[in-house]
């Protein structure tokens, strides 16, 4: 533990527009960002969880087709009904786990964590601003959050189950399905859409209108660029989606034939539609914003990754501003790569040369950040912290993901690992080891502002070495699968296609690969269990963590730890004044080797 | 604890914070707006010869529409200009204007609306299709003003020369008919994408009036204890207003002219 630093405690604000003991006000329906920030943050790692329980289930169901789950089968029984009959799973309720094991964890578990949560709760401290620019905005965009959540949960117990063609659903399948999980999806994701796109207005507004004085551009934490680029991409993105919703809605509602082509047959039946749609047009609005959606997810990872980097290496940044203007090309470059998901489908070779250029283009700002990253540990004073550890281990993630990338952008590599294992390999490195990693190390970071105590180093530490583990065990070998051939969405886990049941098929799966799923479902279930010292940790420390002595136990220098702790509502004491960057450690001649950003010292005129 | 610029304007960004909303907004409406005009290439580029209508929608009304909303960014202008220059009086005048256009962009939208879905395409036992607006629809037979047509592509091109617009009174009784289908969003792609961009057009309408009519009404007691701040609202209102009608003047050559 760094010797205590000079930073006096202040005495409890109790500010006079926020009055003790009201409940309602204070903690459901309240204004200030910090509490929606956590409101968005508890929300979402329940539905993390949720999220994660449904895969763990999913791995069952691949590795033993067709028997009773174990613990939980009689429960999905007797919730479910017939779908669920004995405990055991249905392809159809595989297929609506596994659509929304994908909508849960992109859009109500990890966005909600990245960028309402850690936004919410650190861009306005920050950039030393009271509060968002539009706290009743920011209310309501956490409503929206919950009703969207609220209406995808309640889709799993209508008659027919929940959506079951995919977070992606496609058309015509996703409009053939005679249930009304489809129906419930995209009311949902209506929601969902209207609650990013207030956020994302109300995050734009609040940098550039509330950024205390001397807080120029270029002194911006990376975070708050990070947190920045991610509003633009939100506010842009979505719109399509939501239009390419409201058509398929019309569909499924107003049977029109927006995604319907002349001549569809469902069932050995004509359809009963006009037809004259097209089923690629839902396919380039869907990924217009997903894939945007893809740099949403990392770039709040790598906001926090820069911040834990520069305060545990005591040293600045490596290239601040090629991180800034790197993250600045990402967003402009992602509105341009969308296609790359979309090589299989029959749109055309040129248009494929296009988006592969494209594609290739974008993984250079993405190796510059990773790269200044890298060398930002160079000749740092490391502290191995919790936060830090999670860290480091983002960066070689990060890395595995991305590189893995590579073959799935470049067309002709793509045909043979399109729409298999490899792929669901290839992005859960960038979400689960990358995006989660840097998000739980932001809760271990943060968590002293928060609360005002610490969580427990060792348990922490428990925590991030049984997580990285057993991480690598589940997604490793499924590169090795999805090379070898296995299709990502079967309910039977490729068994069909295995060499036990057809031997005389060429190309079948070997017994070799088709055994991986039982190494994955025990890493996955072990996975699980790493995650209890987590939970009990964080609940445990709220109430009897250690106390912090100081305000601003890390010794860090943005502002967000030149407030009380916890921030009152308003946030500052005194209106901060911005004097320097966000990260200056370890300046020569200074005495302590932090300088935070609103501190007056005296000029060093010469070195000694 | 107080919001800075709420009211007044940052010195270096020269703006006030709703105003840098309202622009994210609308941009995220242009991008809303571009998808559905982006979906109406596509589905034109991809249908087949001769199966993509036109002159099927009443170009006078779709005019008359057009310049009751022009009209109605200008009394808009002129509110938000009068705010500014103290004369609540004549702000309330424009405003009033503002909404009683609005209101007629919205009734003869309706009237457009229940035209299509009073219009029906008739397919009879013999293969021989009847066209026009129902009349009168009892359960032994349906009467309609329209035409017959032997072949279903003359009913797309209403433009040609030599499309015939002679309607008369036909009586169908229901034993002949095969399919009866109006003109509604699932009668034609052109046509659900015709409801889908003018009805969230609409909406946008009708959600721009209330708001309008809101710091027309309750809201203008603002102007009384704090005027600039009620002039900011009514310009912010206004952007919103302009934009929806701009996205109008891009709906109506789309849809009604070309």
């Known amino acids: 533990m760094p010797a205590a630093p000079p930073t006096a405690i202040h005495p409890p604000v109790h500010p006079p527009d926020q009055e003790e003991g009201a409940f309602w006000s204070k903690y459901v329906f309240s204004t200030d960002h910090k509490v929606i920030g956590l409101q968005y943050g508890m929300t979402a790692l329940f539905f993390l969880l949720f999220g994660f329980i449904l895969m763990v289930i999913m791995r069952w169901q691949i590795a033993h087709p067709g028997q009773p789950v174990p613990l939980v089968g009689p429960l999905l029984a007797s919730v479910l009904g017939d779908t669920a009959a004995k405990g055991t799973i249905s392809p159809d309720l595989y297929n609506s786990f596994g659509a929304m094991h994908g909508t849960i964890m992109v859009f109500l578990a990890i966005v909600p964590l990245a960028f309402g949560a850690f936004g919410n709760y650190l861009v306005p401290l920050q950039i030393g601003a009271p509060d968002m620019a539009f706290p009743r905005v920011n209310m309501a965009s956490y409503q929206f959050y919950v009703i969207g959540g609220i209406i995808m949960f309640v889709s799993f117990f209508i008659p027919g189950g929940a959506a079951q063609a995919g977070w992606t659903s496609y058309p015509p399948l996703a409009e053939s399905i005679p249930t009304d999980g489809q129906t419930f999806w995209l009311i949902g994701m209506v929601f969902l859409i209207t609650s990013s796109l207030l956020g994302a207005v109300n995050f734009i507004a609040t940098v550039i209108q509330l950024r205390a004085p001397g807080m120029t551009w270029m002194r911006l934490p990376f975070f708050v660029w990070a947190q920045f680029v991610t509003g633009f991409l939100l506010l842009l993105a979505f719109p399509p989606l939501e239009a390419a919703g409201i058509m398929q809605l019309m569909d499924k509602v107003a049977h029109t034939s927006f995604f319907l082509p002349t001549g569809l047959a469902v069932g050995g039946q004509l359809a009963d539609a006009s037809g004259g749609g097209s089923p690629l047009l839902w396919q380039h609005l869907f990924w217009f914003l997903a894939h945007p959606e893809v740099y949403v997810l990392i770039l709040p990872a790598m906001g926090i990754v820069a911040e834990i980097i520069a305060n545990n290496t005591r040293k600045p940044l490596w290239g601040y501003r090629s991180l800034v203007y790197s993250a600045l090309s990402i967003g402009f470059l992602s509105f341009i790569v969308w296609a790359h998901h979309m090589y299989l489908t029959g749109m055309g070779t040129s248009i494929s040369t296009f988006f592969q250029t494209t594609t290739m283009l974008i993984s250079i700002p993405s190796v510059i950040i990773l790269t200044c990253m890298f060398i930002s540990l160079w000749g740092g004073a490391i502290r191995f912290t919790t936060p830090m550890l999670f860290v480091i281990a983002f960066l070689p993630m990060f890395g595995i993901g991305g590189l893995t990338g590579l073959p799935l952008g470049l067309s002709t590599s793509d045909i043979h690992l399109h729409d298999t294992y490899y792929v669901i390999a290839h992005f859960h490195y960038i979400v689960a080891p990358g995006t989660i990693f840097a998000l739980f190390a932001g809760i271990y970071y943060w968590f002293p502002k928060v609360t005002g105590r610490m969580m427990n180093d060792f348990w922490g530490k428990v925590h991030f070495w049984c997580s990285l583990i057993f991480m690598n065990l589940i997604f490793q070998p499924m590169f090795a699968q999805g090379m070898a051939g296995m299709l990502r969405r079967m309910a039977d886990g490729g068994a069909n296609y295995s060499q036990a049941r057809v031997p005389e098929a060429v190309g079948g799966l070997s017994a070799g690969v088709m055994g991986l799923h039982t190494y994955i479902l025990w890493a996955a279930v072990a996975l699980g269990i790493a995650q209890v010292p987590f939970i009990l940790n964080f609940f445990w420390s709220i109430g009897h963590g250690r106390t912090v002595d100081c305000d601003n136990p890390w010794e860090a220098t943005t502002l967000e730890w030149q407030t009380p702790t916890p921030p009152p509502h308003g946030n500052f004491t005194t209106p901060p004044v911005v004097r320097r960057g966000p990260y200056e450690y370890s300046v020569p001649g200074q005495e302590r080797d932090f300088t935070p950003q609103n501190e007056l010292v005296p000029e060093i005129t010469a070195s000694p | ?258």
Not at chain 2, 84 to 96: E, I, L, S, T
Not at chain 2, 201 to 211: E, N, Q, Y
Request: charged share 20%; with cysteine; proline share 4%.
């Open chain 2, 1 to 258: 604890m107080d919001i800075p610029y709420t009211v007044a304007i940052r010195p270096d960004t020269g703006l006030y914070n709703a105003k840098v909303g309202i622009w994210l907004f609308l941009a995220s409406e242009v991008m809303l707006f571009g998808a559905l005009f982006s979906a109406y290439i596509l589905l034109r580029v991809g249908a087949q010869d001769d199966f993509w209508p036109h002159g099927w929608l009443n170009i006078p009304l779709g005019t008359l529409n057009t310049l009751v909303l022009i009209t109605s960014s200008i009394t808009t202008v002129l509110a938000w200009a009068s705010c500014k220059m103290n004369q609540f009086g004549r702000f309330k005048v424009f405003h009033a204007c503002t909404l009683i256009l609005a209101a007629t962009f919205v009734g003869i939208k309706s009237y457009e609306y229940h035209d299509k879905f009073t219009h029906y395409e008739i397919t009879l036992n013999d293969g021989r299709i009847a066209d026009g607006h129902l009349l009168e629809s009892k359960p032994d037979r349906v009467v309609i003003r329209g035409r017959f047509v032997a072949d279903r592509k003359d009913l797309f091109d209403l433009r040609a020369p030599t499309a015939s617009h002679k309607h008369e009174e036909i009586t169908l009784p229901r034993a002949d008919i095969k399919r009866m289908e109006s003109y509604g969003p699932w009668h034609h792609t052109y046509l659900a994408i015709y409801f889908t961009l003018t009805g969230l057009h609409a909406l946008h309408v009708i959600g721009g009036a209330i708001v309008i009519g809101f710091l027309w009404g309750p809201g203008s007691r603002l102007w009384r204890r704090d005027p600039e701040r009620f002039t900011n609202r009514v310009e912010i209102s206004g952007l919103f207003w302009h934009f929806v009608d701009m996205v109008w003047i891009f709906l109506f050559p789309v849809l009604y002219l070309i």
